[in-house]
C-alpha cells in the first residue's frame, strides 16, 4: 500500500465525519455510502461495499439525535476499508478483523463527540451574556468555534483511522482460519446488533411481533431460496 492516496481518502473521512451532525446530514457518514466511496477511492468498490454493509448492521441504530451518545463510523468505515483492500484477502477473511477495526474506531469517535461537545459548552457560557443580548457576531463567532472544532475532530480521527489500519496491515498477519472466524463473529454480531435495534424501536409488543414475524418470512424466503 505504498501508493495509497492518503489524501483524498484523509478529506472522504473527514466529510463523512462533519456529515454526521455539523453539515449536509446528507447519509454521507453512513457506512455503506462512506465505505462505497472510500472503496471507490481504492479501485475496489466491491470490498468498499462489503464492508459498509457489514458496519451499517451495527450503525443502523445510530440516531444522531440531542445529546444522546452514539458512536461515529465515518472516518472508521475509511480506515476498515482501507484495511481490506490492503490487505489482499478474500473478503471472507479480510471482513471479521476489518469490521473489528471499524468498530473500535467508531466507539473512538464517539468518545471524541463528547469531547468535541465540551469544546461547544465552554465557548457558549463564555460568550452567554452577549448571546443572550442578540449579538449577531457572536453567534456567527460560536457556529464558526463549533465547525471547527468538529473538523479538528474529524481529521484527527482521520488521521488515527488510517495510521491504524496502516499499522495493522504491516505487523499484523490473520491466517484464513482466524479471518474467517473473526468474519462470522462479526456478522453474528451484526445481526443480533440489527435484530436488537428493530425490535427496542419498535417499541409496543405488537409492533415487535410485526417486526418479528417479518425478519422470520425474510429468513425464511432466504433459506428456500
Known sequence: MSDLPIVPLAAWAIITGLDLASILQGLLNRPLVA?????GILGDPQSGLVVGAALELFALDVL???????????AATVAAVVYAVGSGQPWAMALGPAVLLGLVLGQLGGLAIV???R????????????LDR?????????HLIGLGSDASRCA?????????????????RVDAATGEALTIVALAGGFVALVGGAMRRAGTPRRMIWVGGG???GLLSLWLR
Open 64 to 74: 444522531p439525535v440531542g445529546s444522546s451518545r452514539y458512536p461515529d463510523y465515518g
Open 115 to 117: 469531547v468535541h461537545r
Open 119 to 130: 469544546v461547544n459548552a465552554r465557548a457558549l457560557a463564555r460568550w452567554a451574556e452577549a
Open 35 to 39: 465505505g462505497a466511496v472510500a472503496g
Open 134 to 142: 442578540g449579538d449577531p457576531g457572536v453567534a456567527a463567532r460560536l
Open 215 to 217: 425478519m422470520a418470512l
Open 156 to 172: 484527527v480521527l482521520a488521521a488515527a483511522g488510517l495510521g491504524a489500519s496502516l499499522l495493522l496491515l504491516r505487523f499484523l
